[in-house]
């Protein structure tokens, strides 16, 4: 299983990727991780919020209906919701497919000036040796 060292991870298995900033807030995008979608099976629905919604770090922000089961997804990070992917609405299995590109659920613009609102999370040796652990 695919783990990209260009974004950070939960224990939760959420993956977060600094999309850029335009000086006043910085946006991150967020999925599920490949290891997350293959636990799951075959996703047949998701839910996301709002764009709008505020968001803080381990709050549900979703969910996932799979086959098997349904799955909340945490924020990883606080922030508000800038942009939610709606391909998902009629192609949920896109997040099967391709977990950490078309298949991303939301964008979450974090305001403030440059920093690493994802620093603190998971680099891709850690979530690895999590996964690896369990």
Do not use: C
Not at 7 to 12: F, L, S, V
Not at 48 to 55: H, Q, T, W, Y
Not at 79 to 97: C, F, K, Q, S, W
């Amino acid at each position: 299983m695919a783990t990209p060292d260009d974004r950070r991870y939960t224990d939760q298995h959420e993956w977060a990727l600094v999309q850029g900033s335009d000086g006043t807030a910085t946006v991150v995008r967020v999925g599920i991780t490949d290891h997350a979608q293959d636990a799951l099976g075959d996703i047949v629905f998701v839910q996301l919020p709002e764009i709008g919604d505020e968001v803080a770090p381990g709050t549900p922000i979703g969910e996932v209906e799979s086959t098997k089961s349904v799955s909340d997804v945490y924020a990883p990070i606080a922030g508000v919701v800038a942009a939610v992917n709606d391909r998902l609405a009629d192609a949920p299995e896109t997040i099967n497919a391709d977990p950490y590109g078309e298949g991303w659920l939301v964008e979450i613009s974090v305001p403030g000036e440059g920093g690493d609102p994802i620093g603190g999370l998971l680099d891709a040796d850690a979530y690895q040796a999590l996964v690896d652990g369990s």
